[in-house]
């Protein structure tokens, strides 16, 4: 299998874990990471996430403030398995650089009605968001 620069393997297995940074107060309340936090950005239709290992929670900090947060707070990180992203019928596409780096693609896209993709979005958006943990910084 082929490996990517940051040395980890091109195909992002079912059993990885992938972390989503939250920068904003919308995106978790106390208890949960909300469906808010992984809706995909409206300029490409994809969520940026981060292929996170067993490595130390300090890497996982390093990493969201280097590559993700973008001069904006980093409020936590919501953990989710890439067969809860399947799950909801969408792909984990490994995309680096940078190091690390996936993107979350297939979310419904409709020019023509706005509102229902939308909250098509949001039903997906809720699957992977029920099986997340949320860690706070």
């Known amino acids: 299998m082929a490996t990517l620069p940051s040395g980890l393997d091109e195909i992002v297995a079912e059993d990885e874990d992938l972390a989503r940074y939250l920068t904003s107060s919308s995106q978790f309340n106390a208890l949960m990471v909300k469906p808010a936090a992984f809706l995909p950005s409206p300029k490409d239709h994809e969520t940026s996430v981060f292929r996170h290992g067993s490595e130390p929670q300090d890497r996982l900090w390093a990493i969201g403030v280097e590559h993700a947060a973008g001069g904006r707070n980093l409020h936590g990180v919501a953990i989710c398995k890439a067969s809860h ?31 229902l993709q939308k909250a098509k979005q949001k039903e997906l958006a809720a699957i992977i968001a029920s099986n997340a943990e949320l860690v706070r910084r």
């Open 85 to 115: 992203i399947r799950a909801a019928q969408l792909e984990v596409i490994a995309e680096e650089p940078p190091p690390r780096h996936a993107v979350i693609r297939g979310w419904p896209f409709s020019e023509t009605d706005p509102k």
